[in-house]
Nanobody, 120 residues
Framework: QVQLVESGGGLVQAGGSLRLSCAASGSIFSINAMGWYRQAPGKQRELVATITSSGSTNYADSVKGRFTISRDNSKNTVYLQMNSLKPEDTAVYYC??????????????WGQGTQVTVSS
């Protein structure tokens, strides 16, 4: 099995910053793409940012220039640095990982989510 554990959410004022972390553990041979998604109340889950194993990144237009995704492959961890936060960034943020397990099977995993609340 594989577990993704997120941390770093919380309450922050508009214009502030937060850093999310997501550590993967378990039966992992390699991790391909990792990413962050978010879901606001009453809305569908949406992509925030993704990063490949080689470091190529992709961002939603709404967060470009404010958020930065990075990863530490030695720790199987992905980060999301969020700056200049806006009230509309308020959501539950989910970590996602595309994992190849030691069995050579490939699965997609989700974390449990961490709440980010930005007050105006």
């Amino acid at each position: 099995q594989v577990q993704l554990v997120e941390s770093g959410g919380g309450l922050v004022q508009a214009g502030g910053s937060l850093r999310l972390s997501c550590a993967a553990s378990g039966s992992i041979f390699s991790i391909n793409a990792m990413g962050w998604y978010r879901q606001a109340p009453g809305k569908q889950r949406e992509l925030v940012a993704t990063i490949t194993s080689s470091g190529s990144t992709n961002y939603a237009d709404s967060v470009k220039g404010r958020f930065t995704i990075s990863r530490d492959n030695s720790k199987n961890t992905v980060y999301l640095q969020m700056n200049s936060l806006k009230p509309e960034d308020t959501a539950v943020y989910y970590c996602n990982a595309d994992v190849t397990r030691w069995s050579n099977s490939r699965y997609n995993y989700w974390g449990q989510g961490t709440q980010v609340t930005v007050s105006s």
